[in-house]
């Protein structure tokens, strides 16, 4: 701790301990020290502890749990908004990707989605609504529009990879996409789905891809739990 900076002690603490987990030292089920251990062996005031420990647990990196004391969960997942997907960026962040697939249909296209994919309304589509989960912990739902006949995946196969992959396995070059982010507070099915109290907050995404020849391959329309999941990107001063 530097006790000369500017920067309270308890936000020092917070991200040192955040660090710590972000890079592993501290893994998932981890248990901290109580407040007072902790605060005796840092030779910081308890307050100063606690608070620290409170910024943590209000970005979901620890719990308290009665009876066992403060516990560190998962590192919250920060995704890059390029052109990947969940389950490649939860395997690269070592996360152990899981899939629970809701549904694996063909439906008949609504005017949006017709629109977005570039079929006539009413025609048919592939529909996909999968649960990701990371150590065993619901991060998003995923629902996917695709044009018939691009892909007919079974359900294991959903399972057991990320649509992204088995699109290019399947000879579909990726190209581009427009992605739109937002958030909005979690219905009561998506949070019993989630894991998450209804209103919770949960962050948005629709995505469209394009391959090589810009043709619409796939619209996406995906709820993430905000306090496991964050966008990342860069932005940069245009001369």
């Known amino acids: 701790m530097d006790r000369t900076s500017p920067v309270p002690l308890y936000f020092q603490l917070s991200q040192q301990l955040e660090a710590a987990i972000e890079h592993g030292a501290l893994t998932p089920g981890s248990l901290l020290g109580n407040e007072i251990e902790l605060a005796g062996r840092l030779g910081l005031s308890r307050p100063t502890v606690r608070q620290a420990i409170q910024s943590l647990v ?8 009665r009876g066992v004391g403060t516990q560190v969960v998962h590192s919250q997942v920060k995704r890059p908004l390029e052109l990947s997907s969940l389950y490649d960026d939860l395997e690269a962040a070592g996360q152990r990707p899981a ?15 017709a629109a977005v994919l570039g079929v ?10 999968r649960l990701r989960s990371a150590h065993d912990e619901p991060m998003a739902r995923l629902r996917n529009h695709l044009p018939l006949g691009l ?11 990320g649509l992204y992959r088995m699109m290019r396995g399947a000879g579909v070059t990726l190209h581009s996409a427009h992605q739109r982010v937002g958030a909005r507070a979690a219905t009561g099915a998506e949070a019993d789905l989630l894991g998450e109290e209804e209103g919770a907050p949960l962050l948005t995404m629709e995505r469209t891809t394009f391959d090589d020849t810009g043709r619409a391959v796939e619209f996406g329309s995906h709820v993430y739990r905000a306090s496991r ?6 932005l940069l001063v245009r001369p």
């Open 229 to 234: 999941y964050a966008f990342e990107f860069q």
């Open 99 to 113: 899939t629970v697939v809701l549904a694996n249909r063909v439906e008949p296209a609504t005017a949006e989605v």
């Open 120 to 129: 006539p309304e009413g025609s048919d589509v592939r529909f996909l609504e």
């Open 58 to 65: 209000e970005k979901g990196l620890l719990v308290r749990r």
């Open 151 to 161: 892909l007919d995946p079974g359900t294991e196969q959903l399972e057991a990879t």
